[in-house]
DNA sequence: TCATGATATAAGCATTTAATTATAAAATGA
DNA sequence: TCATTTTATAATTAAATGCTTATATCATGA
């Protein structure tokens, strides 16, 4: 039995989006904390333009959203997104990325 | 909790898969009933070749698992597949996909 | 064995994607 | 105001993707 009924487009659009391991691992992250693009650069061995890329497309399909504190912005799971229900059981099924956390931790440095 | 914890690269490559409206309706209706590639690719408007393309993808990654009967190559959900539990779950955010149902049965001429 | 129908594979091509580098914009604090 | 830090955007490029057409493979039945 069906469980919210989305439409297909709109499922489509979260799986491209989760079928690539960078923001795939963001979201997992973000289920944790809150977290900001430089923490995320930190995190991932990658140029702090495609991290930003990265959280553009996730907030353009309203998965994430964005709240600036200074001069930073902070992003997290956008639990409003009809998306969500499906977006948490799915996060469900992957490891807590724990590697990428605790760079995100030693990276202090932000 | 965590349900089943795949490598994340597995759940990565599914959502690459599942990332292609053909590919995600593919697996809708393969929930149903087992399809064979003729009726296929008169659901979809699209060349047979495409859709084979497509299967062997879902095959490669053991999504789905095929099954010849003569001249027939019946497809079916892998049940056996580690992600099956993930793919099962999701599948349920999806609306039946009634229409290429429709255009399945009245199509029988394959 | 040969023609037919179902499926798979190969090659080619246009589009999309995900990264990079360079630059702009916004906030902070001296 | 100006320098610094954080983030966003733009332009470019290489690689991946999804389709098409053409062709090969496989099973069936005359």
Redesign the pocket.
Same mark, same amino acid.
């Given at each position: 039995m069906p469980k919210v009924d989305l439409d297909i487009e709109e499922v489509v659009l979260v799986f491209?989006?989760f079928?690539? *391991?960078? *923001?795939l691992a963001i979201m997992k992250l973000l289920e944790t904390k809150q977290c900001?693009?430089?923490?995320?650069?930190e995190a991932?061995?990658?140029?702090?333009?495609?991290?930003?890329?990265?959280?553009?497309?996730l *907030?353009d399909a309203k998965l994430v959203a964005?709240e *600036?504190?200074?001069?930073?912005?902070?992003?997290e799971i956008n639990k409003q997104s009809d998306c969500y229900p499906l977006v948490q059981e799915v996060l469900d099924y992957i490891p807590a990325q724990t590697l990428l956390l605790e760079k995100m931790e030693n990276a202090r440095?932000?």
């Open positions: 491209k989006l079928g690539d *391991r960078t *923001r900001c693009v430089c923490e995320l650069t991932f061995d990658m140029s702090q333009p495609a991290i930003s890329q990265h959280l553009r497309k *907030r964005e *600036r504190r200074g001069q930073w912005v902070y992003y440095g932000c």
